[in-house]
């Protein structure tokens, strides 16, 4: 059954001034749970400094989840710890709630997703001051780092519970106090570079759980832009082709189509534009061709009229000079006719 996909805009305003309140909620929902929490490796600290923002999975609106890797991030700014996105399921759907920074680890749903994150707080490190000290107990961390370092083995979570959201058939856990106040403090949105690291994880084809089967092929990196591993630690290599979504593949395969036609039908094209541009040559041929003859004919048309106007002149002279005698022997009779009237007296 095709998945049905609401989109939610449920935003809950914290109550402290508004010059550091921060919008938290859920921004997309699907009826699906998501795929449980893959087991991977942690990749070395690249850089004193760095916080560890633990993987999970994302949701795209036409081809369902896909795994954003475990990455090694460097923070905001000094004090600021990251509480990690959870899903959430409420009211028959599954609601994506963001992630955040702040100075105290807020809610995340329960999720235990390891390496400090063993779903309350955060047990991989602390703020001294300006410098962040790790605990090697769940922390994977660079040898020239060892001075800024402890071990803590409490905060080690112990079971193989692999749920990756919270609710009914996952995880059941509630706010304590502590997170709930931690969730009034003013917060910091994703950084930049958070937000790159998704959008690149959703043009990976891999990462997506219908296509790997919830074993992403890049499970962490150990910076944004840096080095990827699979869940066994070893290096990865991404995609070579870009996942795309069903309606731009639908687009690019029409435009290849069109392309192929137009190759196609190119050379018919062009010998109608061939046609076309003779089509002007032939009709400038044609008239050039009948020029002589039309001038030939008006020349004729010219001459006709010079020779047919003597005519009515010459047959207007000679029929007066005919007629003339015949008045002239009209006369004579009478004078006949005298010369006999003379004889008889």
């Not at 630690?233 to 192929?260: D, V």
Request: hydrophobic share 25%.
């Amino acid at each position: 059954m095709k998945n049905r996909i609401s989109i939610l805009f449920v935003a809950i305003m914290l109550s402290i001034p508004a010059a550091f309140s921060q919008v938290i909620g859920i921004s997309i929902s699907a009826n699906i749970a998501p795929p449980e929490l893959p087991v991977y490796a942690q990749p070395i600290c690249p850089a004193d400094g760095y916080i560890w923002t633990p993987g999970y999975w994302a949701y795209d609106n036409v081809d369902g989840y896909y795994w954003v890797p475990g990455v090694w991030v460097s923070p905001p700014q000094y004090g600021y710890l990251w509480t990690p996105c959870y899903w959430g399921y409420d009211n028959g759907v599954y609601g994506f709630h963001h992630g955040y920074w702040g100075s105290h680890v807020g809610f995340y749903g329960g999720v235990n997703y390891g390496y400090g994150y063993g779903g309350v707080g955060y047990g991989g490190g602390m703020w001294v001051g300006h410098s962040f000290r790790y605990n090697t107990a769940v922390t994977n961390i660079n040898r020239n780092m060892e001075r800024n370092v402890y071990a803590d083995n409490s905060v080690v979570s112990h079971g193989g519970n692999r749920t990756s959201f919270n609710g009914p058939g996952g995880v059941s856990a509630r706010p304590s106090p502590q997170e709930q106040s931690a969730m009034q403090e003013h917060h910091i949105n994703p950084t930049g570079q958070q937000a790159s690291h998704q959008q690149a994880a959703s043009k990976d084809q891999n990462q997506f759980a219908k296509v790997n089967h919830g074993n992403p092929g890049t499970a962490a990196m150990n910076k944004v832009g840096g080095q990827h591993f699979n869940s066994t630690g070893s290096r990865a290599t991404p995609s070579a082709g870009n996942h795309a979504q069903p309606a731009q593949q639908q687009r690019s395969a029409t435009a290849r189509s069109n392309t192929a036609q137009r190759a196609q039908n190119a050379p018919a094209q062009q010998q109608r534009q061939q046609q076309t541009r003779q089509q002007p040559q032939a009709r400038q041929q044609q008239q050039a061709h009948q020029q002589p003859q039309q001038q030939a004919r008006q020349q004729q048309s010219r001459q006709q009229p010079q020779q047919a106007r003597p005519q009515p002149q010459q047959q207007a002279r000679q029929q007066p000079q005919q007629a003339r005698p015949q008045p002239q022997q009209s006369h004579a009779q009478p004078a006949h006719e005298e010369s006999h009237g003379e004889g008889r007296r």
